[in-house]
């Protein structure tokens, strides 16, 4: 990608990743959202660093206080509240699933539904542990966890799908 062009990808990840966080089941403490579904295909997409760029790029316009988390949210506050750690793991997620795409290991779908499944597993991991400094280890897997396990598989399945059907694309062909 050149780099007027990645920029642009960039800044639209970020977008839908902002956009993929309207799309919310309220649930406490943690809501269910499209974000690591965003998020895993930006890196899936834009490889690593670009993908990376996105989360960090998305994280940033939303702790400067922009409405881009779920409900609406910004501000600091998140990133020290009940959902910090899913949000720190969100770059963390989209670099792993990127360097694994960048160097091209993973053909078939199965395989990259497993790594989306391993990212997803990642942010909940995350995302649990600061949690239960919070509310406690039993408590943070039984409403940060558990809960997400159906969705984390459906969207890593999808994330699959768009990213496959964004590489016959021209601009996110590989080189």
Excluded: C, N
Aim: glycine share 10%.
């Amino acid at each position: 990608m050149r780099p007027l062009p990645s920029i642009a990808f960039i800044l639209a990840f970020a977008a839908l990743m902002a956009l993929s966080a309207q799309v919310t089941v309220p649930m406490t403490p943690v809501p269910m959202t499209l974000q690591t579904l965003a998020v895993l295909l930006a890196g899936a997409v834009l490889g690593a660093w670009r993908g990376t760029a996105a989360a960090v790029l998305y994280l940033g316009l939303a702790a400067l206080g922009l409405p881009l988390l779920s409900e609406g949210s910004g501000g600091l506050s998140p990133f020290t509240g009940a959902t910090a750690g899913y949000l720190f793991a969100f770059p963390i997620a989209a670099g792993l699933v990127g360097v694994v795409v960048d160097r091209d290991r993973l053909r078939h779908p199965a395989a990259r539904v497993a790594l989306m499944l391993v990212a997803h597993l990642l942010i909940l991991g995350l995302g649990t542990g600061w949690l239960a400094t919070r509310i406690g280890w039993a408590q943070a897997q039984e409403a940060g966890f558990l809960p997400f396990l159906i969705g984390a598989l459906v969207k890593s399945i999808a994330v699959v799908a768009i990213a496959s059907g964004l590489e016959r694309l021209a601009p996110f062909r590989r080189a």
